[in-house]
């Protein structure tokens, strides 16, 4: 990622000095020019002279823009990364706080859900609705801490994926189980992580499910190693979706609804791992649909 944005700002920087210099470099052809076409206008003949020297000019300009252009590359490439690197850092502790802190609370919320089931189980406990609701938010927050965790994992490349062909139809199928959705199931073979690809039909469906009124309007279909999970539901605005796949955002009418803005950051993560690219078509009341294109 800082890769590409390096590569961007450099470019950046390139076409900032090399239109200035461009500019500058008519504006000196144009000056030095002047003089040596009124002593032609005066001698009133062409001299071939004064033409090699316009010639002449135009060649060093070429060769100076062409030192300018080799000479900003580098030096803009260098500053960029200079520029980048505590964005860089920054971001690289955050991640580490993020997976540290997940590991840390891991203990403490297990040990909490063992003695929440025990007293729920305990017929001399009262209260235990209360203790019920707690065991269903503790349940929450490990949720998220495994979300977490397996993030980083992918974005830091930690996970060992097995790869072998995958059937997306099969896959999808095992998602859908018993939901009375609409599908369009070909046989598409792909080379990838069943567990990987299970989790990432998952993740659509779910959201699909989460943010659409009826459940039948909600269609799968495979074909030509594609993966499309359409609905019918309230559909995202323009203006969220640059952002969607961002950890932890969270549409506006989404906050009504469970969850973490994890899950599309955690599908965008499995769709980079399989080197497949994940698209989304959508527009406010009328639905959204996600397409994962496999090579
Ligand atoms: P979550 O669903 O937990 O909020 P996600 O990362 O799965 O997080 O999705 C991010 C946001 O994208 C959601 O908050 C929601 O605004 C939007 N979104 C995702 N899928 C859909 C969908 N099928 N229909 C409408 N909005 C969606």
Redesign the pocket.
């Known amino acids: 990622m800082f890769k590409e944005a390096r590569i961007k700002l450099t470019a950046y920087y390139l076409i900032i000095i090399m239109a200035i210099s461009l500019v500058f470099s008519v504006v000196i052809y144009k000056e030095s020019t002047f003089e040596l076409d009124r002593i032609e206008r005066f001698q009133k003949y062409r001299s071939p002279i004064l033409n090699e020297i316009r010639d002449r000019i135009i060649t060093r300009l070429f060769y100076f823009n062409l030192l300018i252009l080799g000479f900003s590359g580098t030096a803009g490439y260098y500053l960029a990364g200079k520029t980048l690197d505590p964005i860089q850092k920054n971001m690289e502790e955050q991640k580490d706080f993020v997976s540290s802190a997940s590991h840390e609370l891991r203990t403490p919320l297990t040990a909490l859900t063992t003695e929440l089931e025990i007293a729920i189980r305990d017929p001399e406990v009262k209260n235990k609705e209360i203790l019920k609701s707690n065991l269903e938010e503790v349940n929450k927050m490990k949720r998220l801490t495994d979300y977490l965790l397996r993030l980083n994992k992918m974005e830091n490349g930690l996970t060992d994926l097995e790869f072998k062909k995958v059937d997306l139809a099969e896959v999808s199928r095992k998602v859908i189980g018993k939901n009375k959705i609409q599908t369009d199931l070909d046989q598409t073979i792909i080379n990838g992580n069943e567990d990987s690809i299970f989790e990432l039909v998952s993740?659509?469906l779910?959201?699909?499910k989460?943010?659409?009124k009826n459940i039948k309007d909600i269609k799968v279909a495979t074909k030509n190693k594609t993966l499309i999970?359409g609905?019918k539901?309230?559909?995202?605005p323009e203006s969220?979706l640059p952002h969607?796949?961002e950890r932890f955002?969270?549409?506006?009418?989404?906050h009504s609804?469970?969850?973490?803005?994890?899950?599309?950051?955690i599908?965008k993560q499995i769709a980079d791992l399989h080197g497949a690219k994940i698209k989304v078509e959508?527009k406010v009341g009328i639905?959204?649909t996600?397409k994962v294109i496999f090579s």
């Open positions: 993740i659509l779910d959201n699909a989460k943010y659409s999970v609905d539901g309230v559909g995202i969220d969607i796949f955002y969270r549409g506006d009418k989404a609804e469970d969850g973490y803005g994890l899950g599309l950051s599908a959508s639905g959204s996600f």
